[in-house]
DNA sequence: CCAAAAGTGTTGGGAATACACCCATGC
DNA sequence: GCATGGGTGTATTCCCAACACTTTTGG
């Protein structure tokens, strides 16, 4: 399942089936694995050739599904994946995908709406103890583009300066020397952040029973 | 693959494979899966038939594997799943299988070893947040029994004090009327808990980000 | 009375929320 | 100057680790 942050919600790409069974339902974009690939690597292609993704910014193994009533034709299996675009890159999909805020579907093929559903809380998770962000984020950006971002995938508010030092605190983001001008209204020019790295990266990793002795000091 | 505390650490069982690929060396229980079962019902029905098992406290999905050469006779994809045993309990199995300590492995079959610390990992996170703890304990015990299995799945030393109240906090263990006789050594006697519930709860969902004014009391 | 084990009181620090206040720009 | 939006200072709260201290048993 591929998502994204668009206009203020999170979107997930769907493709309408033009047969049945689920004739003329949203389906999530993927396909039959190659004999000699693996799921990832099927997965990217299906992506490529389908729908013309390839600027995919992070894409992990969520989980299989092995119903054996979940298509009708017979068994499938289908392992789902979550990949994520950066906000503001707008790839060109087919004429018979779309993007669908997540928190309204459209009627929904096999399983595939509670597969968005739960990819949607495995993001929000991992928002609040890794830097899974810089996937929906662009290369630079405002704190307010990222609060805005964080808020959509989270599905509440978020305060701007408390993000902020959250993140900054944590290494996950750093300050580029560059701002963002004001915009007719005035206000202040924003500062420019980016992330510091750019893979995966576990930021927070006890929530409780931190070993003895590891003070956060040390941690450094 | 299957867990339990045993001796003071966490330890997994593996099954001595009789046959090329990988004659003599260990691997997971487990098997192929049947045409009209559930990835989960089936792995539940390995383990019945192959090593005995029906007491499993707690099971679910990791991941996926599908690396082409993950088997040297073809490809095979294999889900692998983590399941827990409770303390205490002693199943019977079958002469070619052993428990072994998941911090010192046996040479593995396949790529069995990397699943299984993966599989310490998770078990390792959700100790955390959620109170999976339940799976590892037998019904009822002692803070210094639960102090153990903790230490010994997370691998560093947990204190008794903190656990209790930590645990009781939450609401994720209560005190039972009875308690525990002390050693001949002597000592206090040590009151018995139990988990409250003997399902899987996510206990502290937001290590960040909480929702506005979802002040901690309002939560309860 | 003493050793041993369990449990409670208490202190201190780090992290996160909330909110007041200051900064820099356009008009 | 004033509105607007960006950023910092700071108080409060909560959670957790650490450790001292009390409780309850066996010998």
Redesign the pocket.
């Known amino acids: 399942m591929v998502l994204q942050v668009r206009q203020g919600s999170l979107h997930v790409l769907l493709w309408q089936r033009a047969e049945p069974p689920f004739e003329g339902q949203w389906a999530l974009p993927g396909g039959p694995l190659g004999e000699d690939e693996r799921l990832g690597t099927s997965l990217g292609h299906h992506l490529a050739t389908k729908v013309d993704l390839t600027d995919i910014a992070h894409m992990e193994q969520l989980e299989t599904r092995s119903d054996p009533a979940r298509d009708p034709r017979g068994r499938v299996l289908a392992t789902a994946y979550l990949a994520l675009i950066s906000a503001g890159t707008e790839p060109r999909i087919p004429p018979d995908t779309a993007w669908h805020p997540v928190q309204d579907l459209p009627p929904t093929a096999f399983d595939h709406g509670s597969i968005a559903r739960s990819g949607r809380e495995r993001l929000r998770a991992k928002l609040s103890y890794t830097n899974i962000g810089f996937a929906l984020a662009p290369e630079t950006f405002?704190?307010?583009q990222l609060r805005d971002i964080y808020a959509a995938s989270v599905g509440h508010l978020i305060?701007a300066?408390?993000l902020?030092?959250?993140l900054t605190?944590r290494g996950v983001i750093e300050a580029t020397p560059a701002a963002a001008?004001?915009?007719?209204?005035?206000?202040?020019?924003?500062?420019l952040y980016r992330f510091a790295t750019r893979t995966l990266i576990v930021t927070?990793p006890f929530?409780?029973?931190?070993p003895?002795?590891m003070s956060?000091?040390a941690a450094q």
């Open positions: 405002t704190i307010a305060s300066t408390n902020q030092r959250i605190r001008p004001p915009t007719a209204a005035g206000g202040r020019p924003a500062t927070n929530a409780a029973f931190r003895p002795s956060p000091t």
